[in-house]
């Protein structure tokens, strides 16, 4: 094992404290990849370990195995000393195994408090129980009320469900996958020291993650995975940032080339006092958003997820059309009640937040997903019927100048690793010369070689003289790609400011909706999101 | 230990393999209720399967049997793809035959060349009126089409009802619930001499041509394809939903006011109240045991209809009530359904605890 021996895994030995997990030797087979190969790992007590590695390096799959979710193919587990099998995430939980998972496990139809309810052990009271969510959602930063139903939730405050659900069961090992991506830096803060409480009062955590800066900042020790194999264990406070990436991904990490933005662009996305009400009796109501978007700029939308950030795409995108056409221009065309394919032929592209079934159709081909938006841009529709040989090109030239790794154009969308189909969508998108693009989360779960690439194809494409919105819950991101930031905060937008002149703090304070001049700024806000201010 | 475990990828072959499978476990399930019966099953296999391709005669009225099922089943596939659940092709079927038979009864004895075409027409226009009906309602109201579709089947059964009893009786009828005899010209030609195989046929096979084309080469077949498998990336790409429901609608209505036509034209030659016999509703079979894909279609509209008319072979040579075929087409579903696991999942040998 490529171990270093003074770190490699011991033979739980039960006279002194055993680990509270031990693996050995785990590997995982699906029927066309192997997940895991050998994988050793070992937790304490009161250990925060971090698991690293990028997408598809069998972080997931490993700790699906120890949850319980799916069974290995080989290999032991010992739980504080003891060999066992765990042969459901319910007996999981009985050993005192918790899990946020990155994909929510969470019922759609029913509501926040049934979820929970449904993971506990027993028939819990639900009023107690919305109590108790309301309690240490309250104590750990991360607001969410008990009563609503999962699906009109935001993937923010799904994944603050799942967090809560987990916190709720007193966990010995707690497995986080990914946890802050959708959090404000402060509650990212407030998290930290919730899991640093919780190691210290005894419990082990594993921690997923690729962001290399959280796992300096939390972790005690890491383990890094790449190709489902451990390449390397460390201390990560020892290490700096690019020595743990090259373990991670094997070479340098990338960074993008980003110079000054242009001035004087023509405004080709306005938003002219924007409001309006959401269908969803939990959605975020707009409220008189104005924005203008030039070309030759990226413009940065950062906010906490759930606070209008949906509700504004769909009524850029079309996907819901207002009933007025002023509020949103395009090009110069006040847009606000035409279709989506309408927009699209002013010179409109869309990257939604979610990949499968809205960007693309899990089971069709990527020539047939380059069909879905660019039928008409790239000429793949005469007289009605559709021209095979020009949509396979185009689904071509996407899989080559954006490195899409698949089987070609015949592969369906759902064969796609997320951060492959990302790349195929934002290609989709790119390359059909849009004179507006409207980007929403365009590296969520992406790993990092992958994330960096798609913020260059961006920023490149504004070089070109397009006009760039993106929606994006991480701010690392916005400040890395974006010439000028807004942020949404409870539907509202607050004033844009130039990338240079403000910080990831001041972007952090606004999140909750304290800018200066932000209307009724004490009122407005729950007591959960100003606590920190 | 054996166990199912999931495919990485669907299998092609055993999405076209299982039908093939369903149909040679229902023939030995069919042998088995043969000999349960106390009836030899070669025999039973030769009267209820054999006899109806005999010869040139039998299979004629085979086809003849399969003609509306393939023009209603290829309608409703192409609804069905996009996910809009027209249940009432029964239905738009009888609103077909009563357009068509009002053509005809117009025309009386007219001689004219005309007649037929204009029969072929209000049949499609009929069909898709009724069909428009449930469109309207769920677009402007939301109301369910699966519903308001299989409802109107009843509400036109009673119309063709009232028809047949009331105004369009047959005067020299003898007071049977039927129209008068349709005249010469406004009967369709045979395919082939001597047989009933009426020339619907021929439009029933251009049907599934067009759906063909329609579904897997148009533009709008495309749209309909997306809204069936990702109701939301239809939304984004921006295609409309209200314009799938009512393409999806009129033209399953269409093509079931066709077949409607076809029947009243055809074999009948006269609208009765008994002119609907199921086909709309063994049409919804027929289109999902050939994968709402044309070229199954066809084979499937052939093997329901032979189902049908075996069924009438089996009442008359071998004293089985009439239900033998339901027992048929209950068991094809149902090995159909058990085969298409395949295609998801196959069966693998684990040891324990491996």
Known sequence: MPIPPSLSTQQPDPASAPARLVLQGIGKVYPTVVANDDVGLTVRAGEIRAILGENGAGKSTLMKIIYGVTRPSSGRMFWEGQEIEVESPAHARGLGIGMVFQHFSLFETLTVVENVALALPGKPALDELA???VEVSERYGLPVDP??????????????????????????????????????????????????RLADEGCAILYISHKLDEIRELCHTATVLRGGKVTGECIPAQETTQSMARLMIGKELPRCEHDAPQAGGEVRLRLAGLSHASDDPFGTDLRDLHLDVHAGEIVGIAGVSGNGQQELLRVISGEEPLAEKFPVQICGVEAGRLSPGRRRRLGMAFVPEERLGRGAVPTMSLADNALLTAAHNQGMVATGFLRFGRARAFARRCIDEFNVKCGGPAAAAKSLSGGNLQKFIVGREILQAPRLLVCAQP????????????????????????????????????????????????????????????????IGVWMSGLWPGAEGTADALPATETAHA | MLELEARAEPSRLMSWASPLLAVVLMLAGGMAVFAALGKDPVEGFRVFFLNPVK????LSELLLKATPLMLCAIGLAIGFRANVWNIGAEGQFMLGAVAATGVALYFGDSESALVLPAMVLAGAAGGAAWAAIPALLRTRFNANEILVSLMLVYVAQLF??????????????????????????????????????????AIALAALVAGYAFMNRSHAGFRMRVAGEAADAARYAGFSAARMIWLGLLLGGAAAGLAGMGEVAGPMGQLTDKVASGYGFAAIIVAFVGRLNAFGILLASLLMALLYIGGEQAQQYLNLPNSISMVFQGMLLFFLLGADVFIHYRLRLRRRGA
């Open chain 2, 160 to 201: 063709v009802s009232w028809l047949v009893f009331g105004p369009w009786k047959d005067p020299d009828g003898f007071n049977f619930p039927q129209t008068r005899m349709f005249a010469e010209a406004a009967t369709l030609p045979m395919v082939i001499e001597g047989t009933r195989l009426h020339f619907g046929f």
């Open chain 1, 131 to 133: 109590q108790r969510i």
């Open chain 2, 55 to 58: 010869d040139l005669y039998a």
């Open chain 1, 443 to 506: 590296t969520w779960g992406v790993d990092v070689g992958a994330a960096a690439f798609i913020r260059q194809q961006i920023i490149d494409l504004r070089k070109r003289g397009c006009a760039v919105l993106v929606i994006s819950e991480e701010l690392d991101e916005l400040f890395e790609i974006c010439d000028r930031i807004a942020v949404i905060a409870k539907g509202r937008l607050s004033p844009v400011r130039a990338a240079s002149d403000t910080s990831i703090e001041d």
């Open chain 1, 147 to 196: 009563r609503r139903h999962i699906h009109a939730l935001s993937v923010g405050e799904r994944q603050r469900v799942e967090i809560i659900r987990c916190l709720l069961q007193d966990p010995r090992l707690l497995i986080m996958d990914e946890p802050t991506s959708v959090l404000t830096p402060q509650a990212v803060r407030k998290l930290f020291e919730t899991l640093r």
